[in-house]
């Protein structure tokens, strides 16, 4: 089975501007998790959808959304970029919602 | 609030060595715990599931604990290797929310 994707890999943008990223995840997995990732914070829970419902959110401001559609893909925008928002994000699928199988992620920086 | 522990600073094992990994928690009462791996760069990789209900679990040459009394996990690699380095992570899970919490790492360095 192909793993899970990400798209793109790489992204540079500007503050204000906004950002919309992408997941494939694995074939069969209806639950999608997006991850932000900071070397000082760890894996912090963004949002999970799962049929293309979210079924939990994290404590991010209402900037950060997403979206699942019904072929299971999933999408993140953010909207009016801070600095703060340069991480790496993290998108894992899974079958009921334990196991965790994460993409590559995407590096964002924000300058 | 809900805290998971592990140690911050990098352990250091000799090859050959059992490396063994902490993972405390407090407020918390998980269904389950998980342990993954993350290489630099890359997403975290899953490696095992525990349940409240087993006290050990094993695959190849990892091994994980699971002490709900003490609120503690313990994560073994026996006959370590330096392909072993890595950071681990561990994660909590409760059956009735998906969402899990996770710890932020311990990153092991297994030398030759």
């Known amino acids: 089975k192909a793993g899970v994707t990400q798209t793109p890999r790489y992204l540079i943008k500007t503050r204000g501007q906004q950002v919309t990223l992408s997941c494939s995840p694995i074939s069969g997995h209806r639950s999608v998790s997006w991850y932000q990732q900071t070397p000082g914070q760890g894996l912090q829970f963004l949002f999970e959808?799962?049929?293309?419902?979210?079924?939990n959110k994290g404590n991010f401001p209402g900037r950060f959304s997403g979206r699942q559609f019904s072929n299971s893909r999933s999408e993140m925008n953010v909207s009016t970029l801070e600095l703060g928002d340069s991480a790496l994000y993290l998108c894992?699928?899974?079958?009921?919602?334990?196991?965790?199988?994460f993409g590559p992620g995407t590096r964002l920086t924000v300058t | 609030s809900q805290k998971i522990e592990q140690n911050s600073e990098a352990l250091n094992i000799q090859e050959g060595k059992t490396a063994t990994l902490t993972c405390n928690y407090t407020n918390y009462s998980p269904a389950y715990l998980q342990w993954y791996r993350q290489d630099p760069g890359r997403g975290p990789v899953f490696l095992l599931l525990?349940?409240?209900n087993e006290k050990e679990k094993r695959k190849e040459r990892l091994k994980v604990t699971f002490d709900t009394t003490l609120k503690q996990s313990l994560f073994h690699i026996t006959a370590s290797q330096p392909a072993d380095s890595a950071t681990y992570l561990c994660?909590?899970?409760?059956?009735?929310?998906?969402?899990?919490?996770w710890g932020a790492g311990t990153k092991l360095i297994i030398k030759p």
């Open positions: 994660a909590l899970g409760g059956d009735s929310n998906y969402q899990l919490i």
């Open positions: 894992a699928s899974s079958f009921l919602g334990i196991e965790q199988y």
């Open positions: 525990i349940r409240e």
């Open positions: 959808y799962f049929s293309e419902t979210q079924r």
